[in-house]
């Protein structure tokens, strides 16, 4: 495959499986940033994807344990070629599970993800804390991110404003008709995480023509595990003094607040 996503119609999906743990890329993945490239947020939910096939196919490992925390440390340049994603257990046990995955592409690594699955009991005695909800999405108002952002990802997005975003503050609301793997069922929060790494364009502090600020990373934790199509965003990016920021987010679903996510940005100016 070439190192640019080809441009004639695609299909209804973020990858294609073209062999066990080796995916394409559709035009729907194009990059932000540069044309070159995928972007990382449906490449989180491939990783999360494959770490779900990866559980499915161990004797009993899926039982009792959920998501609650996944991080992603992005090694490189994410160009628009096939990935393989490796998958093993680090840490099993039958009240916390550690899984790692790395991606490479063309022969090199290029992320790095870890993420704790976690025994349940119930907790709704003790539970609390959150956020308060956001504004339902069916109230808020349709907004079109590629005036602001180009490439596929961004453009197979429904978004709504909660509310005027203002200079690194904003709320907003995402989802997709697009599936993450064409011919094969994600979970929900596989479909979900493919969306978190949005936030860092949806709260624009300086504009992107002027201002490069791409995320290093992207950690994701869960309290509740996410349903629906709808992500929520309620988001605030932060630019330090010496080239360094950072993005936060409260993660909403259709019921209501599910957890947190953090990436820290490279600063630098394009002019």
Known sequence: MSAQLESHPSPSAYFEPIAPGLYRPTAHAGGAWQADEIHFSPLGGLIVHAMDQHRAAQAGAGNGKELGRISFDILG?????????????????????????TVLIADRPVVLARAWFIATSDTTAVAGGEPSALSPAESSDPWSMTETWPGGYVASLEARMIAPARPGRAGAWLRTDIALVAEEPS?????FIALVDT????AVRESPREWAY????LTVHLYRQPTGDWVGLDTTVTFGPAGHGLTSSALHDDRGPVGRAEQILTVRSML
């Open 77 to 101: 340049f994410l160009a628009a070629d096939d990935c393989e994603v490796r998958v093993e257990t680090i840490r099993p046990g039958r009240t916390i599970e550690l899984i790692e995955a």
């Open 214 to 217: 791409p995320n290093l990373d």
């Open 187 to 191: 979970s929900p929060h596989a479909c």
């Open 199 to 202: 936030a860092n364009g949806v």
